[in-house]
């Protein structure tokens, strides 16, 4: 009996016949990976820059939705819905950076994580008192589907992992090539050197702010057509981009975005044999081994 | 003491200025001026507080009491970056290179202020290529990858992007080879000749008695005693008695 054989014969008769559902999963995890890389980035570019741990950024990403909801439900275009809620978002941002946030530079960190955790609370009972516990949905501009092998798959997905990867390209771009990219970017590495260099950086640390809520807003309207929205959503993606962002290296924009795909594609893969609730499991031990081993993060090139 | 008047208004005037670190109280009173294009030196021992002063001007570090005057005007109490807007440059000890960025963004900190045209950015970097032409080669470097002296070479450079009206410069040959030393007195001439002041905070004293017009020597937070540097030698009993081992 040849069981080595079997044995490989098995493993290769699995994948053989997991094929397409590992491809369907593939493209889940890519899918969900783009969205929460979007979610991420602002996290990660608050903390880059201010050191600051945005306990509200799920709150941001669900008001995102409600305002798309709304915006939608008046005007009948999800992509006005989309635009209008980043920017009314990244205004709201902007005033809870100057009246909350910015009186506390210099101070200890843990009070800017009290102040967040307290806009947090703030904003979710507003939600709550405003639209109710009663879950709203968001309709998708497009509704079409395609196959993919068994299974009818809606283009509206990929089109939301085009359009993330749109916005944090656009972002990486501002932050390569214009003035004020170069103001973040000086401003992250030593804020003290900018500010003497005539750099305004209590403004730049707004506009961060403003962008980062910009970003989740508008992963909370892209997202929203795929769940119902309540005033309890950010938090499953928060503490998701909380994951990302210590396993891509905190203050790291490409860690964070390479992180969110990595663990979204272990998790879906993790759900072909285990049951999805088991999955998020996965999330939890990548982190886990990487405080344990690489604390620095994951994909940074040489720990400083 | 009260610092001596020169002819005109002082570029910068600092009047009795008392700077705390925490509880440690570093600057005691300081009161020092300098004039339009003037080089001044600011001698002491180390840890007598010529950093905090070069600080506290800066806007970086709050005074408790005292002012800092800009062309008669206050600016005791701005932001940094509303100091180096009104023409104050700074060029700190360790250089703080953005490490990250390349050398042209580095000097682009500096450069892309509002109501600077293009035309006049590029005259400005030519102007300054043509006295770095080590960075000049290097612009699309990152700042990060420099040599110390070319490092400090760009720490200069990116302050006279900001074409102040006076550099703050804190021991800028500290760590250099001696023919790097050269060259940064050489820009100290260079910007001499244009007419931007300079506040020179050195260790080295044959230096800073060549390249300045009056020296001040700090002790404990005060200035101790003011000269003109031409009118100093190296091992005046002065400097002995200020600098001396």
New interface residues.
Partial sequence: MDTIGDTIGLGWDWLAAHRDIIIIQTVNGIVTGMILALIASGLTLIFGIMDVVNFAHGELFMLGAYVGVVVLATSGSFWLALVLSTLLIALLGAALQITTLRPLIGRDPLTTILATFGISLVLQNYALWQFGPVPRKLDEPITGQFVLFYLSYPWYRLLIALLSGAIIGGLYLFLKHGTYGIWIRATTQDRVMAQAMGIPVPWVHTGVFAIGAGMAAASGVLFGPLVGINHAMGLDWVLKAFIVVVVGGMGNLGGSIAASIFVSLLEAYAAIVVSPAQAVIVSFVVLILTLLFRPTGLFVPTPK | MSAPKTAAEPLVAVEDLHTFYGKSHVLHGLSLCVGRGEVVGLLGRNGVGKSTTLKTI?G?VGPSRGKVLLEGQAITGL???KI??LGI??V?EDR?I????TVM??L???L??QGVTQARKEELLDKLFAYFPRLAERRGQAGGTLSGGEQQMLAIA?AMM?EPKIILLDEPTEGLMPRMVSQIREIVNVLHREGVAILLVEQNVPLTLEASQRVYFMEKGVVRHHAVASELKVDDPVIHQYLGV
């Fill in positions: 800066m970086l932001p940094a970056h180096a807007r440059a700074y700190p703080r953005f490490k990250l960025l963004e580095n682009r900190t500096g892309d202020r990116r900001l």
